[in-house]
């Protein structure tokens, strides 16, 4: 059993060996092509640890890093496809600790960006309602003001009336 163990630790340190040893390749292919910056995350990356109870899952990163090269024979390579094999070599080389540390990461950013949009919208509703609140205060002040005007403006013109009429009411 402990043989076995042993021999499986050799497995992985070759293969991890085997996956730094071929994104070395890649990124020596980036700085021959002038892309010194991308080559020097790309080797600062592979030499990122990983701990002894959960090893990467190295054959996919190999795979990943000879798609790479073989790409990088046939045409030059953009940036941009270069730093897309770097994420995917990146997620493949996550032992599974990592890929839980990154799924949580994921779903707290997106998670907080929720509650954010949610405290948003209900700013903005509160803002309308009191917006609408002080427009039905200030209608209603219009509203309270015309009729005290029409009822002053009315009232001394009734008690004129009645005074021309001679219908004047000795309590009035």
Request: aromatic fraction near 2%; proline fraction near 3%.
């Amino acid at each position: 059993m402990l043989e076995l163990l042993q021999q499986r630790n050799l497995y992985t340190a070759a293969a991890a060996t085997a996956a730094a040893t071929a994104a070395a390749t890649a990124a020596a292919a980036a700085l021959a092509a002038g892309q010194d910056k991308l080559a020097g995350a790309v080797a600062r990356r592979e030499r990122s640890l990983h701990p002894p109870q959960h090893p990467p899952d190295v054959a996919a990163a190999v795979s990943l890093s000879n798609d790479a090269r073989l790409l990088a024979r046939l045409y030059p390579i953009q940036t941009s496809v270069l730093l897309g094999f770097e994420r995917a070599r990146q997620l493949a080389m996550l032992s599974p600790l990592g890929r839980r540390q990154l799924e949580k990461q994921c779903v707290k950013a997106v998670s907080e960006d929720l509650l954010q949009f949610q405290q948003q919208q209900q700013q903005q509703q509160q803002q309308q309602q009191q917006q609408q609140e002080e427009e039905g205060i200030r209608e209603g002040e219009k509203a309270t003001a015309a009729t005290a005007a029409a009822a002053a403006a009315g009232g001394g013109g009734d008690k004129r009336r009645r005074e021309e009429r001679g219908d004047t009411c000795l309590l009035s």
